[in-house]
Every structure is written in C-alpha cells, then in structure tokens.
C-alpha cells in the first residue's frame, strides 16, 4: 500500500494505493482561502498541517487498513506557495503567500527578465517563489537567522519527519526563480538578487527515491516520492515520450507537454520546467483561473447552487450568442502573463441568462488551454485529462473540438495523488522503471472532436477579441 499525499490549493486529498495504482481509500478535507488585501491571497500553514492529518486518517479508515501496511509516502503539493517558519519551534511565522497572490507586481516589473528567463525557463511574475519569500523576508520578519524557507512540499516533509528533513525536488525548485534549470541547483546570483539565504532554503533530491522516515499515526514509513502537482500529474498520466501532454483542470488549469532533455529558452508565453521523471523537461502553460471562475460564479455570484450545475446550464444552449467571459480574476497567465488584466463579461444582452454565464465559464477554460496549445511549436501529440472539472463531459467535448484533437480522460481524476504514488514507489522498487506505469494508466473516456471547424474557429476568434478587451 502507498499513501499519497495531495496538498491542493482549495483542499488535501489523501488516497490510498495498492501496487496497481488501484484507489482503495480516500480521505479529504477542505482549506480555507484568506483575501486580507484585493490581489492577496493567503493560506494558515498549521491548517494545511492539519488538513493532511485528517485527510491521512480519512484515506487509512475508508481503506481499512493501518499505517503499519503502508510501504511508501508519495507528496505532491500545490507549487509556487512559499513560507517561512522557526526551525527550533516548527512555528510559522505568517500565513503562506500562496501561489495566486499578486502583491509583488510591483517588485516583478524591476527585474532583469532576460537573465531569468534564459536561466529559469520562467518569466518575472509574481505567480513564482522568489518574490513571496523576499516580500516575507522583508516585511514578516527582523532576522532570518534561525529560520527555514520552503514551498509546501518542504513544509509537509518538515512536519512529517518532525523537523529531520529540509528537502524539495527539482520540480518544485524549478518553479521558485532561484534555480537553474541547467544544474537544477540554487544558483547564487539568483539568490543574491532576490535576497534570500542559502541556509534557509531546503536541499533538492531526487524527485524518486527514499529522502527520510514520515511519522503517520506513529508509524515511521519512508517518503519516497516528491513533486509538484502538475509534474506529478504529467508522470501519472504516464506522458514519458516527448509530445505527449496532459492538462489538469483544477482551480487553474495546467497543460505540460514533455519535451525530453531540451533545455533552450522556451517559446514565446510558455515555461520551461523539470520535470519528475529524472532527465526530462516539460513545456509548461499557466492558467490562473480555471475551475476557479466556475466557483466564483457560485460562491461570490449566487448563480450556481453547486459547481456540477454549469454542465446542464451549457447543456441547454445550442450557442453562447456572444456571451464571453475573460476569468482574469488574478490577471493572465500563459501565454499572454499580465498580472493587471481584469476580468470581464462582455457580449450581455436582454436575452442573457444563467445559461449563458455558466457556459462562457466552461468555454474560458477551454479556450485558454487552446491559447496554450496554439502556443507549443507543432502542438502536442496527444492530449490526457485529469482534475475536477475533467468529469465535466460539456467541457471536454468543446475542449475536444476547439483543439480538433482527442481529448483522453483518466479513469482516476486524482492523478496528481496518483503521481505522486507511482513515484514512491518507483523510489522503493515496486517497479523497475517508469515505463512499467505505461502499462497501468487507464483511460475512462476519450472525447473525439465533432464539431464544424470554421464554426469553432469563429468561437475562438470571438475570445481573442474579448482578451483584447480585458488588456484595455
């Protein structure tokens, strides 16, 4: 048995595993969202602890089964999200600076873009690590000394092997602006520019392999796998050939394409990042606001009762008569990244509906992963789905004909749990390479394009010209 660990942005899920990657428990439990300023966003580090408590006794008692039976720990966490704590105490010193906060605009638009671009494989947005962690430095705390600086994964490994360990992977290191993707090492002059001590930050291990011991329900089990939730995804949906590609519908959306052992500068719009499967890169598309935009409709709106609503509202359209909405509620990520652009709804008649909003939602997802799409030189070669919103068959259908490609779904949404499993036990030797999980992947459904494809061309014309909109 593997226990995954899956510590999202809105919640954490825990699974539970067998050798076949087949799901045999599961717990859950939800996080809440701090907005303390417009364009900040926050999250209680000693929740997020708690939340994986609860989520592992959950999956344990629903498997029934005990922590003595687990052979491995799988971790895969929502990236970017980066906080600082006392290192004799274990105590956060402030909420996380989480992954959508925009407060370090400002600080972004100093930065040399050209040396962190071709260095990082990223771009100067406030979305990465570095600016969060200079940003706490400065304003959290009067000395670093004694501390520790992390992404998520770094706090649950902490609190796991109760302060033993101070680890990351490259794919979350990756992700943070102070490591070159040439070394997948902190780079020192990145480190001086954003003002951050080495001594703070954790060590980079492998992404597969055993790094220490996590106590779980007293029961001392080896943390074998580590990743980012979308690399951990990319693995688990077994893209292990160039080309081949998944998008995970979330709370954002994100489309990673393996690209092999390339490290040139990415194409224009998208990131280059590690990858979990050891000697690989992907090209990687940001979408800040995905499911997201469903849930604003919901819960900020009142429009929907319940997130799995705005399939029948689509469904009762045979159109969306103009109705457009750009969910740029945390500005733009790939591949146009503008962190001033605001959302709109345009295209709003007397006619308009429910119906009409809901379904400009789906569509917006659809349509930015096809900007991302449309961004990667000679697109992908295949296309595997996961995450919430991927059970949503409205949403993957359309995705399906604005791609005018198949759109495979996993049997198992949950493939950044399922990643992060596969990777642990990969790391203590239930398979012997990453090929093998090729032969585990199930699909639960596959969405062939239909649709007359002028007439989802001249959709998709009418959302560039509403991004246009929202750039004003």
Same mark, same amino acid.
């Given at each position: 048995m593997i226990l995954a660990i899956d510590q999202g942005t809105t919640g954490t899920t825990c699974l539970v595993v067998d050798g076949s990657l087949t799901v045999i428990g599961r717990g859950y439990r939800e996080l809440r969202q701090h907005f303390p300023?417009?364009?900040?966003?926050?999250?209680?580090?000693?929740?997020?602890?708690?939340?994986?408590?609860?989520?592992?006794?959950? =999956? $344990? !008692?629903?498997?029934?089964?005990?922590?003595?039976? +687990?052979?491995?720990? /799988?971790?895969?966490?929502?990236?970017?999200?980066?906080?600082l704590w006392e290192r004799r105490t274990g105590r956060p010193v402030a909420n996380a600076i989480v992954w959508q906060d925009r407060r370090t605009a400002g600080a972004c638009e100093r930065l040399p873009y050209e040396l962190l671009r071709e260095r990082t494989g990223l771009v100067t947005d406030p979305y990465f690590s570095a600016t969060k962690l200079a940003w706490l430095l400065e304003h959290a705390v009067s000395s670093h000394v004694g501390l520790a600086a992390g992404t998520i994964d770094s706090w649950l490994i902490w609190k796991l092997t109760?302060?033993?360990?101070?680890?990351?992977?490259?794919?979350?290191?990756?992700?943070?602006?102070?490591? =070159? $993707? !040439?070394?997948?090492?902190?780079?020192?002059?990145? +480190?001086?520019?954003? /003002?951050?001590?080495?001594?703070?930050?954790?060590?980079?291990?492998?992404?597969?392999?055993?790094?220490?011991?996590?106590?779980?329900?007293?029961?001392?089990?080896?943390?074998?796998?580590?990743?980012?939730?979308?690399?951990?995804?990319?693995?688990?949906?077994?893209?292990?050939?160039?080309?081949?590609?998944?998008?995970?519908?979330?709370t954002g959306c994100f489309l990673l394409v393996n690209d092999g052992g390339r490290l040139d500068r990415p194409p224009h719009g998208l990131l280059r990042t590690a990858a979990a499967q050891p000697g690989s890169y992907a090209l990687e598309g940001s979408v800040f606001v995905a499911g997201a935009a469903v849930q604003w409709l919901r819960d900020s709106i009142g429009l929907l009762s319940e997130a799995g609503e705005s399939e029948r509202l689509a469904r009762e359209l045979s159109g969306?008569?103009?109705?457009?909405?750009?969910?740029?509620?945390?500005?733009?990520?790939?591949?146009?990244?503008?962190?001033?652009?605001?959302?709109?709804?345009?295209?709003?008649?007397?006619?308009?509906?429910?119906?009409?909003?809901a379904r400009a939602a789906l569509e917006s997802i659809a349509y930015q992963v096809r900007d991302v799409v449309e961004a990667i030189p000679g697109g992908v070669a295949s296309l595997r789905a996961d995450g919430g919103a991927a059970v949503n068959?409205?949403?993957?259908?359309?995705?399906?004909?604005?791609?005018?490609?198949?759109?495979?779904?996993?049997?198992?949404?949950?493939?950044?749990?399922?990643?992060?499993?596969?990777?642990?036990?990969?790391?203590?030797?239930?398979?012997?390479?990453?090929?093998?999980?090729?032969?585990?992947?199930?699909?639960?459904?596959?969405?062939?394009?239909?649709?007359?494809?002028?007439?989802?061309?001249?959709?998709?014309r009418g959302w560039?010209?509403?991004?246009?909109?929202?750039?004003?």
């Amino acid at each position: 048995m593997i226990l995954a660990i899956d510590q999202g942005t809105t919640g954490t899920t825990c699974l539970v595993v067998d050798g076949s990657l087949t799901v045999i428990g599961r717990g859950y439990r939800e996080l809440r969202q701090h907005f303390p300023r417009p364009g900040w966003v926050e999250h209680d580090p000693e929740e997020i602890w708690a939340t994986v408590v609860a989520a592992t006794s959950a =999956a $344990l !008692a629903d498997a029934g089964v005990a922590a003595s039976d +687990l052979r491995a720990v /799988g971790i895969t966490n929502q990236r970017e999200t980066a906080m600082l704590w006392e290192r004799r105490t274990g105590r956060p010193v402030a909420n996380a600076i989480v992954w959508q906060d925009r407060r370090t605009a400002g600080a972004c638009e100093r930065l040399p873009y050209e040396l962190l671009r071709e260095r990082t494989g990223l771009v100067t947005d406030p979305y990465f690590s570095a600016t969060k962690l200079a940003w706490l430095l400065e304003h959290a705390v009067s000395s670093h000394v004694g501390l520790a600086a992390g992404t998520i994964d770094s706090w649950l490994i902490w609190k796991l092997t109760g302060g033993e360990v101070h680890a990351t992977d490259p794919t979350n290191a990756s992700r943070t602006l102070l490591c =070159a $993707l !040439a070394t997948l090492d902190w780079d020192d002059e990145l +480190l001086a520019l954003f /003002g951050v001590p080495r001594s703070l930050l954790p060590s980079i291990v492998p992404s597969s392999g055993v790094l220490g011991e996590a106590m779980i329900e007293g029961v001392a089990v080896p943390i074998a796998g580590v990743a980012g939730d979308q690399q951990a995804a990319l693995f688990g949906q077994a893209c292990l050939s160039p080309g081949e590609a998944k998008v995970t519908y979330g709370t954002g959306c994100f489309l990673l394409v393996n690209d092999g052992g390339r490290l040139d500068r990415p194409p224009h719009g998208l990131l280059r990042t590690a990858a979990a499967q050891p000697g690989s890169y992907a090209l990687e598309g940001s979408v800040f606001v995905a499911g997201a935009a469903v849930q604003w409709l919901r819960d900020s709106i009142g429009l929907l009762s319940e997130a799995g609503e705005s399939e029948r509202l689509a469904r009762e359209l045979s159109g969306n008569d103009g109705v457009y909405f750009v969910p740029a509620l945390t500005g733009l990520g790939s591949p146009r990244w503008q962190p001033d652009a605001r959302g709109l709804i345009c295209g709003i008649t007397r006619g308009t509906g429910r119906a009409h909003l809901a379904r400009a939602a789906l569509e917006s997802i659809a349509y930015q992963v096809r900007d991302v799409v449309e961004a990667i030189p000679g697109g992908v070669a295949s296309l595997r789905a996961d995450g919430g919103a991927a059970v949503n068959g409205w949403l993957m259908q359309f995705q399906a004909d604005q791609l005018g490609l198949a759109v495979e779904v996993a049997v198992e949404r949950e493939m950044t749990a399922i990643g992060a499993a596969a990777l642990a036990g990969l790391g203590v030797g239930l398979w012997r390479d990453a090929t093998e999980l090729s032969a585990v992947w199930l699909r639960g459904g596959r969405f062939e394009p239909c649709a007359d494809r002028e007439q989802a061309d001249a959709l998709y014309r009418g959302w560039q010209a509403a991004v246009q909109r929202a750039l004003l």
